[in-house]
């Protein structure tokens, strides 16, 4: 299974969803071959395809924030 991240504001990236517009808790539309997401992908300026499986789970806040500050450190350089 796969779906398309896109960057929604620099350093924020969410995955495609099947409404639109969307929020967050919207259903995130998944595809079951890198071809179709790739199809997907074409709509979108900072999109990539991506393994949903690793998606399933939202993250923690401090899950976040760590993520956020590691991407900070590794622009930085």
Do not use: C
């Not at 995130?28 to 979108?44: G, N």
């Not at 499986?53 to 939202?58: A, G, L, S, T």
């Amino acid at each position: 299974m796969y779906a398309v991240q896109i960057e929604i504001e620099k350093g924020e990236y969410t995955l495609v969803r099947k409404e639109n517009p969307w929020t967050y808790d919207s259903e995130v539309l998944i595809f079951e071959t890198k071809e179709e997401a790739h199809a997907e992908l074409t709509r979108w300026n900072t999109g990539v395809v991506v393994d949903y499986k690793r998606y399933i789970r939202p993250m923690t806040k401090e899950e976040r924030t760590r993520s956020m500050q590691r991407n900070r450190t590794f622009v930085s350089k």
